[in-house]
């Protein structure tokens, strides 16, 4: 995969398909722009715009999505294995797995850097948390809440 040269709007697409395919179980690309965006990282954005002079847009304002969705998912999951569950015990279970230092953890644990489009600026802590919720958002939005809670069981909680 090419980091250096932006030129060529998104290369390799199919492969990063594929790969996302493999991290997330979902067997098709539903709503591809949205793909596109939740995969892109705000640096390579920048980037192909300074390279390109055009505008696409990155995973930030996905993430935000992500990182609601993470919660609600997380919550409805406690919930479900202990009704009598008390609010600052979800809370506190929640956050040792919400917090950037685990997503990113996660992140390169999982090898989601195989389906970004960012560059070695972006592969740091901060970007590849960014990238995790982002991709969240898209598997919420485009399969729904019990395919993201499937992912989330799997892939976050040990």
Request: hydrophobic share 35%; charged share 30%.
């Amino acid at each position: 995969m090419s980091k250096k040269h932006y030129s060529n709007k998104f290369e390799d697409l199919d492969s990063r398909k594929i790969a996302f395919m493999k991290f997330s179980g979902v067997t098709k690309i539903h709503k591809e722009k949205l793909f596109i965006q939740a995969i892109t990282c705000k640096d390579f954005a920048n980037k192909y715009f300074n390279e390109t002079g055009k505008e696409i847009p990155n995973n930030e304002s996905l993430a935000i999505i992500g990182d609601a969705v993470i919660t609600a998912s997380l919550t409805h999951l406690r919930i479900k294995e202990n009704k009598k569950i008390f609010k600052g015990t979800v809370t506190e279970l929640n956050q040792k797995i919400e917090n950037n230092d685990y997503l990113s953890k996660k992140g390169f644990e999982h090898q989601i850097i195989d389906f970004l489009f960012t560059t070695p600026e972006g592969y740091k802590k901060r970007g590849v948390a960014t990238a995790y919720e982002a991709v969240i958002a898209y598997i919420f939005l485009a399969h729904g809440f019990n395919k993201v809670t499937r992912l989330i069981k799997q892939r976050l909680i040990n």
